[in-house]
């Protein structure tokens, strides 16, 4: 079975900085997948970064990029350049290799993104 | 190409009564998942069909069930409603069941109140 916990339930930041968001995993797999999924009010789920767990190289998506660090089962989110847009519910994901669509979330980090 | 779409966006159902949610897939997606957000939690995996078939189950009781029909459309019936059913439900849409190199999209959720 796979766990992911987010310890930190809100997290706010003032516009243009940056932000990391915390997530550890427990797993007995190797081979998996790690998300991060954003949330904003208007409820529908956003893919925001994907991490395969073979590679060892931290994947990143314009201003979002992550911190895997596999021997730890820690995956964190950093946010640069803060935007308003940005404020929503982060949710951390994990997914067994071959099931990359069966997805274990976290309960989630409130961000908000203030001027 | 037009995204996932879920209907109901809305509903209010009693103890004991029986609701059918509906997905329409991306198009070109054969796959369906359901999951159940409870207010303040992150999603949980419900069940997911791929080709019309069930291809795997999170921990929810029978009285979940599920189909999908040959445009790759899916429905979500829930029997005997209790009160602790009440949350916004989510169906996402990939490509294939393992996901490995393409993107899950959700839906916006339909919230259901049970009372």
């Known amino acids: 079975a796979q766990t992911v916990t987010q310890s930190q339930p809100e997290m706010s930041v003032q516009e243009a900085e940056t932000v990391t968001l915390s997530c550890t995993y427990d797993t007995s797999e190797n081979n998996y997948y790690l998300f991060w999924y954003k949330q904003p009010p208007s409820r529908q789920m956003i893919l925001v970064i994907r991490?395969?767990?073979?590679?060892?190289q931290n994947a990143t998506e314009n201003r979002f990029s992550v911190n895997f660090q596999k021997a730890a089962k820690s995956f964190s989110l950093k946010i640069s350049d803060s935007q308003l847009g940005d404020t929503a519910m982060y949710f951390c994901a994990s997914a067994i290799h071959g099931t990359a669509s069966k997805l274990t979330f976290g309960t989630g980090t409130r961000l908000q993104v203030t001027l | 190409e037009t995204g996932v779409t879920q209907s109901p966006t809305h509903l209010i159902k009693t103890r004991g009564q029986q609701v059918t949610l509906r997905c329409s897939s991306q198009s070109g997606h054969n796959t369906v998942s359901w999951y159940q957000q409870a207010l303040g939690q992150g999603p949980q995996f419900i069940f997911q069909?791929?080709?019309?078939?069930?291809?795997g189950r999170g921990n929810f009781p029978p009285r979940f069930s599920g189909l999908q029909f040959p445009n790759y459309s899916s429905e979500l019936n829930v029997n005997a409603l209790e009160l602790d059913d009440s949350a916004l439900y989510l169906c996402?849409?990939?490509?294939?069941?393992?996901?490995?190199?393409?993107?899950?999209?959700f839906g916006p959720g339909t919230r259901l109140t049970v009372l």
């Open positions: 996402a849409s990939s490509l294939s069941p393992s996901g490995s190199t393409d993107t899950q999209y």
């Open positions: 069909y791929y080709r019309e078939e069930e291809n």
């Open positions: 991490q395969e767990a073979y590679k060892q």
